[in-house]
Every structure is written in C-alpha cells, then in structure tokens.
C-alpha cells in the first residue's frame, strides 16, 4: 500500500521500495502476520460508523484481504480490495474483486462505496492528506485503523535484534516509515483534522485492546519473520534456517514458557489499535457519541465514551473521561 504523491522523488521511492518489500513478503504472510491483522480488521469492521451488511466496501491498502473478508462476513454486498503490491492482492482471491490501485489516485467514480476500510494501511502514505481525500472522494464513510502510539511488543525487537547477527538491517524505506509516515498517521489530532478536511464530518477517534491470538514462540516468531522489512534476509528465516531458531528463541525469552510473560493471556498478547471512524453526513449507525454545539462545544456525552473532533473544529479535540476503551465488539468477541 502507498501513494505516489506529496513529496517528489522521496515519496516516489518509499512507495516504490514498499511496494516491491510487500510483494517479496507475500509469500510468507499467511503463515505469519496474517494472523494477527485478520485479528485486528475484524474489530476495525465491528467498529464501523455504518454496518457492512448489504453495503459496498472498498478494501484500501488491502494486502491480502483480511478486512475485506472479514466486510464480506458481515454481509457486505460488494468488497472491492485495492492495493499496489500487486503479489499480496493475488492471494486476495476473486471474491474480493482485486484492484491495484494508487490510494492518492483511485480508479473508482465519486460515491461508488458506502464504506471504506483502511485497516493499518494509513501509516504506508506518504501523503496522508490526498489518501483520505480520496477516501472521502470515492466513499461515504471509513474506518481506519493504526497502532496506538507507543504501542509495540517485545517481540518485534527481539526477533529484529535475534537477525542482526546474519547481516539483517533495517531497509531505508522501513525507517523511513518508522520515523516520519507511520507518526503522522498515529497522531490523533493530525489524523483528525485531515479526515475533516477531507469532508468527513463526524469523526470519531476509538482505541481498543485486541488480542493477537500469538501465544507461543513459534507464532511471535512467524508473525515477525514474515513481515515485509525482513525480506532482505528472507533466506535466513525460512523453515529450518538458522535465523528462524535464533529469532525463536529470543520471542520466548530464550527459556521453555517464556512466552507467556511477553503475552497477557491464553489468547495471545492483546494489540492496542486506534481507529478512526467518519461518515460524510447523518449519523453514524450502531454507536453513540458526544454531539457538538454549533459554536463547537460539547453536548452530552452518548452512551459511548470516545475522543476525537467536533464536526467542521478539527482544531478543537473533544477530550474522553478514559484516555482510552476496548471497542464494545473486541470485547464481546473473542474473535475480534
């Protein structure tokens, strides 16, 4: 997933190099990340601003597809998936209607879905603000999601740390990433303040506790080892390989067991994600919210407590009681 504008050659090459680390990591993510972002789309769709059930879906950033199943499950009509990584799309498979598609210029008419789900795709743009306009352009609605900021998990540095020794370093195009794309598009009040511009008019910021379903080693280890920034060293992480075992060992802890104090129950440590959900106009089906006085300040809060922005005050953040909630549906479903 990426955009090809904002920024000249820079933004150019980091969709370029991000492009081609996602289609050499195809290969490897259903039996590694997918597990946990088919995990995290699905709570990304229970929290959407308008049920899928009967409705077109565009799938942006879609990878393989995880979200838009997880649409298709909840009835939508219609699930289009666009992506550049052309090798992640094919394992999409036909029902989602797979499109490689630039989310800065989307080949779609104005209005053509009810809802757009981004679910961890946001970080991968260069230009935040033209891929929710297009967003906005083509869709009626979004949900998107990121990781929450400072979220992350030991695992993540101690597998990256576990390669170092057969010659894995990080690629330019990840710190890049890591350093300059993935913050804008953590950060609340910018990711706000860009949706409203964009024309969404409600907009509403979420964090929830999602549990990975990783539990042991061996998945903490899969679920790093085929992540699209280790692909330089995709040799050394194969099944048997040397760097396989050492990253193994070191998402346990190096000891029998170990794997449960990197977790936070059975069912695997629990992710905290943040989504934004937006609807151009009207309310939002299936939550409450705090409403805004015209002259921007608070109403009542609704039975839901979430922050985000009074619609057309982007600069006016409307604070929660909780810093942050599980979604109401990562909590009533395990599979969430």
């Not at 009810?114 to 306009?133: I, K, M, P, R």
């Amino acid at each position: 997933m990426g955009d090809a504008g904002g920024q000249g050659g820079a933004a150019a090459r980091l969709t370029t190099d991000l492009r081609a680390a996602y289609d050499a990591a195809a290969g490897q993510w259903s039996g590694g990340p997918e597990q946990l972002y088919a995990r995290l789309a699905g709570a990304l769709v229970a929290a959407s601003p308008v049920p899928p059930a009967g409705r077109s879906v565009l799938d942006l950033g879609a990878g393989t597809g995880v979200a838009g199943r997880a649409a298709l499950a909840a009835g939508a009509r219609r699930v289009v998936a666009a992506d550049l990584a052309t090798g992640m799309l094919r394992r999409a498979g036909p029902a989602l209607h797979p499109v490689a598609a630039d989310a800065a210029a989307l080949p779609f008419r104005d209005g053509s879905f009810d809802l757009v789900l981004a679910a961890l795709s946001l970080s991968h743009l260069a230009d935040l603000a033209a891929g929710l306009g297009e967003a906005r352009r083509v869709g009626r609605a979004i949900a998107a999601s990121t990781f929450a900021p400072g979220w992350s998990h030991p695992a993540r540095a101690a597998v990256d740390e576990a390669l170092r020794p057969f010659g894995y370093r990080p690629p330019a195009w990840y710190v890049r990433l890591k350093r300059e794309t993935e913050p804008r598009a953590e950060d609340p009040d910018l990711l706000a303040g860009l949706a409203a511009a964009a024309g969404f008019r409600r907009v509403r910021l979420r964090t929830a506790a999602v549990p990975t379903g990783l539990a042991t080693p061996a998945q903490l280890a899969s679920w790093r080892l085929g992540m699209a920034n280790i692909a330089p060293v995709r040799e050394l992480a194969g099944p048997g390989a040397p760097g396989r075992a050492a990253a193994r060992g070191r998402a346990g802890g190096g000891r029998p067991g170990a794997a449960g104090r990197l977790g936070d129950g059975a069912d695997g440590p629990l992710a905290r994600v943040r989504a934004i959900v937006a609807v151009a106009g009207g309310r939002a089906e299936g939550w409450a919210t705090r409403r805004c006085r015209p002259d921007g300040r608070r109403r009542a809060p609704g039975r839901l407590e979430t922050s985000g922005t009074c619609p057309g005050r982007a600069d006016k953040p409307m604070a929660s009681r909780q810093a942050s909630r599980r979604w109401s549906a990562a909590r009533r479903s395990p599979s969430a």
